[in-house]
Every structure is written in C-alpha cells, then in structure tokens.
Nanobody, 121 residues
Framework: QVQLVESGGGLVQPGGSLRLSCAAS????????MGWYRQAPGKERELVAT???????NYSDSVKGRFTISRDNAKNTVYLQMSSLKPEDTAVYYC???????????????WGQGTQVTVSS
C-alpha cells in the first residue's frame, strides 16, 4: 500500500506564511507528478499546484506568485510554501501523488488525509 502524510497546516494571520509537507511511503517503485489541491467549505476540490518528476511546475491563477511547490525525490516528499496568505486561502489542503508500485504497471493516484489551513485575524 501507499500512504501520503501531510503536515504543516494551522492558523495564520492574513499576510502570513505557512509551509506544507507531504511524504509518500510504502510500496513505491517511482512517482510521477505530485501536487496540492484544496477544498473550502461548500466548494469543490480545486487544483493549487502540481510538479512533475522533472520539468515545469503548474499553478492555479489564484496562487501564482504567492505559493511555491517543490519536491525532494530522494525523500518522496512534496512541499508547498505559501506566502502572502489571504482569508480566501482557507481550506483543507490535500496532497496527491501519481505512484507506480512496480515496474511496468500503471501510475495510480493516491491522496493524503488533508491538513487544515485557516487564514484569519
């Protein structure tokens, strides 16, 4: 099995910063794209940012210039550095990874349990 464990959420004032981490563990042969999504109360889950195993990261327009996604392939870990946070960034943030568990098998999508980020004064 594959587990994704997020950490780093919490309460922060507007304009503040937080760093989220997500570590993948278990039966992993390789990981393709990793990413962060978020879901606010009453809204659908939306893309925040993704990063391929190599190449250019992708950001939603609402976070571009404020958030930075990065990854450490040796640790199977993805990070999300969030700056200039706004109340509208309040949501549960979910980590996602496209994981191949054995050679020559398809990549499957795995999700973390989510971590709450609240931006409020």
């Amino acid at each position: 099995q594959v587990q994704l464990v997020e950490s780093g959420g919490g309460l922060v004032q507007p304009g503040g910063s937080l760093r989220l981490s997500c570590a993948a563990s278990g039966s992993i042969y390789s990981i393709n794209a990793m990413g962060w999504y978020r879901q606010a109360p009453g809204k659908e889950r939306e893309l925040v940012a993704t990063i391929p195993s190599d190449g250019t990261s992708n950001y939603s327009d609402s976070v571009k210039g404020r958030f930075t996604i990065s990854r450490d392939n040796a640790k199977n870990t993805v990070y999300l550095q969030m700056s200039s946070l706004k109340p509208e960034d309040t949501a549960v943030y979910y980590c996602n990874a496209q994981v191949r568990r054995r050679y020559h098998t398809p990549y499957l999508s795995y999700w973390g349990q989510g971590t709450q980020v609240t931006v409020s004064s």
